[in-house]
Every structure is written in structure tokens, then in C-alpha cells.
């Protein structure tokens, strides 16, 4: 019933998070599954793209995030055809990885929204200025300033071609759980120890 409302509202998120929240609540409602995908499918589509020999180790909390709240498909053929097919289907296309797809598919018809997300070493690479910016909805860099600085030296005027954002890699720390230990010389890493 509070689903209803808020569909009653044209709050078409509020609904499916209302009935996601229910499910958790109490899985044995069957009936919820069927009428959660019905709500899905009346939001935006995401298509996900993947370069780096489908590397997804970046991608897969995001898009079993997207999953549990929009339509969503993955890129798995290998084709230009195949990959402007999906872009077709999808509202919005995300190309993880700043590499020869993305360079492709922002110089193909634009049917739909295009979001990259740019990784460190791909800034220092060809690949950012092969892509037609201008096509381009949505930059994201994982990262920090020295990576967009790396990257305005290749393509100078791209602020003025795409909005442009810069995030830290997320973590869910869910995945962690903290251990209480005695003073004294531990150290813990999250990530790699590299030399940059």
C-alpha cells in the first residue's frame, strides 16, 4: 500500500525501494518479485560496457547496484554493430574504462546518454583523445586532480565539451568487519602498494 503511493506520486523510486525494503524485511513475499520488476522496467535502461578485457573487478558493485533498481545489460559481444544495438535499447550507456570502446561509440549515432568512467593510467594514453567529447554526457574520473591534469594537457578544452566530475574508488566496508587486536605493530593496506 505505501508502494501505491507512492506510484499514486509519480515517485517511481520511492515505490521500488519501498518493496526492495519489504522483501528484505520478509523474503517469502513472492508476490513482490514480479511486481518489483513491472516498477523496474518503467525506468531508465543501463546499458554497461566494459574495456580492459572485460576487467569488471571496477564495475560489478555498480552494476549489481543499477540492477536491483533499473533494467540493466551487460555488453558481451564484439562486434560495432553489437555494441551500437545495446546503445540503442539503452537510455544510458556506461563505458568503464577510457579505451578504444568508448573512443568508438562516441563517434557512432548518438541514440542515448554516454557515461565514461576513466580510470589513472588511461589518462596518459592515446585513447582520451580519440573520443568525440562532444557526444559525451558524463566524465568520471576515479582519481584525483593530478589525473585530470594528465588529461587536460591532452585534450585542453575538454571541460568545455562534458561535464566533468572526480570521485574516489567507492569500497563497501560492509565487506569488512572491524577486529579488535592489541596495540602494537600492525599494519593494514586497502588496495595496492605501488610506486605512482
Known sequence: RTANCFL??????GALQMMQ??????????????????IKAKRPKIAFFCGMGNDTKFLKDIVDFASR????????GTSLEEMQKLMEWSDISWFEWCTDMPAKASRLDKKCKII?????????EEWPSQVNWN?????????NTPVKAALLKQVPDLEQRTSLAI???????NRFS??????????????????R
Open 8 to 13: 499514486d506520486k509519480g515517485n517511481i523510486s
Open 21 to 38: 525494503q519489504s522483501l528484505e524485511m520478509a523474503p517469502n513475499q513472492e508476490v513482490l518479485r514480479p511486481m518489483i520488476e513491472v
Open 69 to 76: 533498481h533499473y533494467p540493466v545489460k551487460c555488453f558481451e
Open 116 to 124: 565514461i568512467r576513466l580510470h589513472r593510467f588511461e589518462a596518459y
Open 135 to 143: 557526444n559525451v554526457d558524463k566524465l568520471i574520473l576515479v582519481g
Open 167 to 173: 570521485i574516489p574508488n567507492g569500497i563497501d566496508l
Open 178 to 195: 572491524f577486529i579488535e587486536r592489541p596495540r602494537g605493530k600492525n599494519i593494514a593496506c586497502i588496495g595496492y602498494l605501488n610506486m
